[in-house]
T-cell receptor, first 113, second 113 residues
Framework: SQKIEQNSEALNIQEGKTATLTCNYT??????LQWYRQDPGRGPVFLLL?????KEKRKERLKVTFDTTLKQSLFHITASQPADSATYLC????????????FGSGTRLQVQP | GAGVSQSPSNKVTEKGKDVELRCDPI?????LYWYRQSLGQGLEFLIY????????KSGLPSDRFSAERTGGSVSTLTIQRTQQEDSAVYLC???????????FGPGTRLTVL
């Protein structure tokens, strides 16, 4: 069956450290993958998109990698800050003819000051 | 410019009643999506509109759910004969084209008593 897996356990890190979140998928062949941030009581906010032919994408303190062989994307936040505390969702195009993203359940990041 | 807006922000209803949820997408966005998010869960795709094409209804959980998009802009999601399991946050998103970042509204929190 098709699955997108993100670590359901919260990730707690110290301010200034690098946070690394994982998104694994099974039985998909996505052309691209997106990462979103969601704060409590709000809708998700787009962060980054990476295509299948791109290994890495950066935006300020954010970096995303996409390994189509491992079927995995890693999302990194360097020099993390308490304001980075949120839930991070990965999403991919399901390549099933459905033209809407399929989302993982998200990983909650807590950055301690 | 204005983002995606949704109304109402909260809706409490009794089991068996019908509800209508409204979404105003960003002007000029051709794609509109409805998702559902239960507590602590990821986003569940419901329905997708793209321009004048027939909507992709493959995510609607039952025939009690329907949606329309008038004039390529405002969309209404209708749930008939609501059940307690319909309680969730209903999120609307729009995008410029299919494979671009999605802009989410704040969601409507539906509680069915």
């Amino acid at each position: 069956s098709q699955k997108i897996e993100q670590n359901s356990e919260a990730l707690n890190i110290q301010e200034g450290k690098t946070a690394t979140l994982t998104c694994n998928y099974t039985n998909y062949s996505p052309a691209y993958l997106q990462w979103y941030r969601q704060d409590p009581g709000r809708g998700p906010v787009f962060l980054l998109l990476i295509r299948e032919n791109e290994k890495e994408k950066r935006k300020e303190r954010l970096k995303v990698t996409f390994d189509t062989t491992l079927k995995q994307s890693l999302f990194h936040i360097t020099a993390s800050q308490p304001a980075d505390s949120a839930t991070y969702l990965c999403a991919l195009d399901p390549d099933t003819g459905r033209r809407a993203l399929t989302f993982g359940s998200g990983t909650r990041l807590q950055v301690q000051p | 410019g204005a983002g995606v807006s949704q109304s109402p922000s909260n809706k409490v209803t009794e089991k068996g009643k019908d509800v209508e949820l409204r979404c105003d997408p960003i002007s000029g966005h051709t794609a509109l999506y409805w998702y559902r998010q239960s507590l602590g869960q990821g986003l569940e795709f419901l329905i997708y509109f793209q321009g004048n094409s027939a909507p992709d209804k493959s995510g609607l959980p039952s025939d009690r759910f329907s949606a329309e998009r008038t004039g390529g802009s405002v969309s209404t999601l209708t749930i008939q004969r609501t059940q307690q399991e319909d309680s969730a946050v209903y999120l609307c998103a729009s995008s410029y084209g299919t494979y671009n970042e999605q802009f989410f509204g704040p969601g409507t929190r539906l509680t069915v008593l």
